[in-house]
């Protein structure tokens, strides 16, 4: 009867064991027998491997989504962009022009001439409104003024005599200013 070897068996080489797992066996393939053919049959069984996983992947997500199983085989590989032609995308701007002309009260993307109004001329200003909105802003302005000059008249400060500080200092005399040094 065969004995099932483990890393830690007592008596077992570890790094035998590690040398005999799968996990040290070699990731690569050896490129001296690999012939054009075998790669190319290679790429193709990989490429159908993943396009069976890929559609494995939408019938799990159509799943979530709340459908059935079914309808995700159907599916099959995704759908590439789609391109569309010069001539439908013309018609569809002609479509959009038409909804915003419609929006705007318009018929067939042109103004019709008894619906809308004429354009507005544009409207001037008389002399005497001028003069009026020149003197409320004459008025406005000179009540600003006052108001700043109140606000200024009593924080007005006086100036600090510092100048005669220094002029004091130099002033004094020797015994002075022992006085000040000892007291200190």
Do not use: C
């Not at 053919?37 to 019938?59: L, N």
């Not at 004429?118 to 406005?140: D, F, N, Q, W």
């Amino acid at each position: 009867m065969r004995r099932p070897i483990y890393a830690d068996s007592p008596g077992q080489d570890v790094e035998w064991f590690r040398r005999l797992s799968i996990w040290s066996a070699a990731t690569h393939m050896p490129t001296q027998k690999l012939t054009p053919e075998i790669i190319h049959a290679a790429i193709e069984g990989f490429e159908s491997q993943k396009r069976r996983i890929d559609s494995q992947i939408d019938e799990l997500r159509h799943l979530l989504n709340g459908g059935s199983a079914e309808a995700g085989a159907e599916s099959g590989s995704p759908a590439g962009k789609r391109k569309i032609s010069a001539a439908g995308r013309r018609r569809m701007a002609a479509a959009q022009k038409a909804r915003w002309a419609k929006i705007r009260g318009e018929a067939d993307g042109q103004p019709s001439s008894g619906q809308s109004p004429a354009p507005r001329t544009k409207r001037k200003l008389s002399a005497a409104g001028r003069k009026a909105i020149s003197e409320a802003t004459k008025r406005r302005w000179a009540l600003k003024r006052a108001e700043a000059a109140k606000a200024s008249a009593p924080t007005k400060k006086t100036p600090a005599k510092t100048s005669s500080r220094k002029i004091k200092t130099k002033v004094r005399t020797a015994p002075e200013a022992a006085a000040i040094s000892t007291s200190q």
